[in-house]
């Protein structure tokens, strides 16, 4: 099926040539979760807008941009253009990519559970049964998180510099080692011995 053409004028407006109107970002919106896939062209010069189009109604519908952190969005507009864009199309489309096999992966094993296709509030009753049951103390509730095991170094944040330990030289010994005996003549009788005796 042929993309949806629509015209985008200098003001801003959009125009549907399929069903020859104008339409609003949230009606585009609207038909592509619909499924209908859209192009959108200058209308004076031809020139294809989609992209720009489909990122002004991500951030600009439902709120989107709350979900981004200042820190990044200061940090995307500090980087080069081939580095931000090296950025959506790597590691974006990969992140949203392996989101949604999860999503699909999680909504498949949920026909196993009957329990998971609940809604929140009847599992939430659920759990307050069993918390209220006779086998309730052999049921441990997730510990929050306490961070990292002092043995393990807590990862460092973005941009912060790397220490690298050094790697350990050799065991150092607490004690003298003793050397070599003197008395080795005692030790060959006590060996001639144990041999005669075999004998």
Aim: proline letters at 12%; zero cysteines; charged letters at 20%.
């Amino acid at each position: 099926m042929a993309p949806i053409l629509i015209k985008k004028y200098g003001n801003r407006r959009l125009y549907d040539t399929g069903d020859s109107r104008y339409v609003t970002q949230e009606e585009l919106a609207a038909k592509i979760r619909s499924g209908a896939d859209i192009r959108v062209v200058d209308a004076q010069t031809g020139e294809d807008l989609t992209q720009t189009t489909l990122t002004q109604i991500v951030l600009e519908a439902g709120n989107a941009a709350k979900f981004l952190p200042v820190q990044l969005l200061t940090q995307m507009i500090r980087l080069s253009d081939d580095a931000l864009a090296e950025f959506f199309s790597r590691y974006v489309t990969g992140a949203l990519d392996l989101y949604l096999q999860a999503k699909r992966g999680a909504q498949s094993l949920s026909a196993y559970n009957p329990l998971a296709q609940l809604p929140s509030v009847a599992s939430e009753a659920l759990n307050r049964m069993w918390m209220g049951s006779p086998f309730a103390p052999a049921y441990q509730q997730p510990q929050p998180y306490q961070g990292y095991p002092p043995q393990y170094p807590s990862p460092a944040p973005p941009g912060a510099p790397i220490h690298v330990a050094p790697p350990p030289g050799p065991p150092q010994p607490d004690e003298p080692q003793p050397g070599p005996r003197a008395d080795t003549h005692g030790d060959r009788d006590d060996v001639a011995a144990m041999r005669s005796e075999l004998d």
